[in-house]
């Protein structure tokens, strides 16, 4: 069956990193677009990041720009989101989804990771 494992969370001081990773099987992984999406406290949940299937374009939220890389091995069938310059706004659940095609309507998100906790605070 489909599966979307996130790992990489934690607790991390502001001004740190972390690394998350998404390991997908049970589907074509290079055929779908993938997306990281948070879910910050007492908020709706924020598209983040979108990477193509062949992983040459991503697009990004205004907030991470500049901070936040994601990056696709297709080999590995893993996402990877690399998070720098992290701030406690930062601090949600980061989930990572899959979709066929393209978009910000994370209704239209095929598949579904249970998601990582990231923490920032010192």
């Known amino acids: 069956q489909v599966q979307l494992v996130e790992s990489g969370g934690g607790l991390v001081q502001p001004g740190g990193s972390l690394r998350l990773s998404c390991a997908a099987s049970?589907?074509?992984?290079?055929?779908?677009?993938m997306y990281w999406v948070r879910h910050r406290p007492g908020k709706a949940l924020e598209w983040v990041s979108a990477?193509?299937?062949?992983?040459?374009?991503?697009y990004y939220t205004d907030s991470v720009k500049g901070r936040f890389t994601a990056s696709r091995a297709n080999v590995k069938n893993t996402l990877y989101l690399q998070m720098n310059s992290l701030s406690p706004e930062d601090t949600a659940l980061y989930y990572c989804?899959?979709?066929?095609?393209?978009?910000?309507?994370?209704?239209?998100?095929?598949?579904w990771g249970q998601g990582t906790q990231v923490t920032v605070s010192s």
């Open positions: 989804a899959g979709g066929r095609w393209y978009g910000l309507d994370l209704t239209d998100y095929e598949y």
């Open positions: 049970g589907f074509t992984f290079s055929n779908y677009w």
């Open positions: 990477t193509n299937a062949g992983g040459g374009t991503t």
